[in-house]
Each structure stands twice: as structure tokens, then as C-alpha cells.
């Protein structure tokens, strides 16, 4: 079983910035795609960022520029950088990883319970 853990949420102004984290933890042999995502109330959840083991980023367009996504492997985490933040940009962030937990296994798809981001104007 593989838990991923975010830390990092809070409230700030516009203008603002704050930098979530994610740690995954459990059997894991390694780690592919790790990405943070976002649900604002009354919407559906949207891709934020995503990265890669070789540190490819891809990032939605309403936050290139603001945002900056980043890994450390050998500690299965990921990081999300979030400058510049907008009203538009409160939602609950949540963390996704894809998780093989050993030589040969399929691909898995964890996600963490979310932590709240309130940007006020």
C-alpha cells in the first residue's frame, strides 16, 4: 500500500506565494509520473502540473509562468511552487503519483487527500 502525504496548504493575499509538498510512502520501487491537481468548488478536478522521473514539467496554461512543479526521486516526493497566486487559484490541491511498487509490476495510481488553498483578494 503506498500513502502520499501534502503538506503546505494555507490562506495568503493576492500576489502571494506558497510552496505545497508531497511524500509518498509504502512499497515503493519507483515512482513515474507525480503531478498536483485541483477542484474549486462546484467544478471539476483539473490538471495543475505534472512531472516526470526525468524531470519533464507540464503545466495547465492559467498557471504556466506562476507555478513551478519539481521531484526529488529518491525521496518519492513532489513540489509545487505557487507564486503570483490569484483568487481564481483556490481549490482543494491534490497530489497524484504513479507507483510501481516493484520490478515488473503494473502501474498504480495513488492519490493524496487533498490540502485547501485560499488565495483573497
Known amino acids: 500500500q503506498v500513502q502520499l502525504e501534502e503538506s503546505g496548504g494555507g490562506s495568503v493575499q493576492t500576489g502571494g506565494s506558497l510552496r505545497l509538498a508531497c511524500v509518498a510512502s509504502?512499497?515503493?520501487?519507483?515512482?513515474?509520473?507525480m503531478g498536483w491537481y485541483r477542484q474549486a468548488p462546484g467544478k471539476q478536478r483539473e490538471m495543475v502540473a505534472t512531472?516526470?522521473?526525468?524531470?519533464?514539467?507540464n503545466y495547465a496554461e492559467s498557471v504556466t509562468g506562476r507555478f513551478t512543479i519539481s521531484r526529488d526521486n529518491n525521496k518519492h516526493a513532489v513540489f509545487l511552487q505557487m507564486n503570483s497566486l490569484e483568487p481564481d487559484d483556490t481549490a482543494v490541491y491534490f497530489c497524484?503519483?504513479?507507483?510501481?511498487?516493484?520490478?515488473?509490476?503494473?502501474?498504480?495510481?495513488?492519490w493524496g487527500k487533498g490540502t485547501q488553498v485560499t488565495v483573497s483578494s
Open positions: 497524484h503519483a504513479v507507483v510501481f511498487w516493484a520490478v515488473g509490476s503494473p502501474p498504480m495510481d495513488y
Open positions: 509504502g512499497t515503493i520501487f519507483t515512482t513515474n509520473t
Open positions: 512531472i516526470n522521473y526525468g524531470g519533464t514539467a
